[in-house]
């Protein structure tokens, strides 16, 4: 039986979190969600998550300083950033990281699935 995909949501806004996680079970994914960086940090999540949408700027620590943490400890994890504030200079730092999309909410869901898809390997003509 296959592990499965299991996509953590990190933001602090709830309403943005359910919906979230609705359209990552809609796609038959498991979702995990998590209203702050440091829950998920703290989480046993982190080691089987395969992919991690997040908000840039949440209390505490950002989406972005998540992010730089993750890959210090080694954990290469995709990153899939919403933001409703989007800044170049920031966008710039999450995808020079190797973030897989950063969109500006409200976002597009064909664009986080696209993102999703990129993040997980798929190709749109499977």
């Known amino acids: ?24 079970r ?22 089987d998550t395969s992919c991690v949408i997040a908000d840039v700027q949440m209390p505490g620590l950002s989406g972005v300083e998540m992010q730089r943490r993750l890959i210090e400890e ?21 995808m020079e990281a190797g973030a897989v999309g950063f969109l500006s909410k409200p976002f597009n869901e064909e664009h986080l699935i696209g993102c999703l898809d990129s993040a997980l390997g798929r190709r749109s003509a499977d």
């Open 1 to 24: 039986m296959p592990e499965p995909v299991v996509i953590s949501i990190v933001d602090d806004d709830e309403s943005v979190r359910e919906a979230t996680k609705g359209l990552v």
């Open 74 to 94: 080694g954990h290469d994890l995709p990153m899939i950033f919403v933001t409703a504030f989007p800044e170049d200079r920031v966008r710039a730092t999450a």
């Open 26 to 47: 809609s796609l038959g994914y498991t979702a995990a969600t998590f209203e702050s960086a440091e829950e998920f940090l703290n989480s046993e999540r982190r080691y």
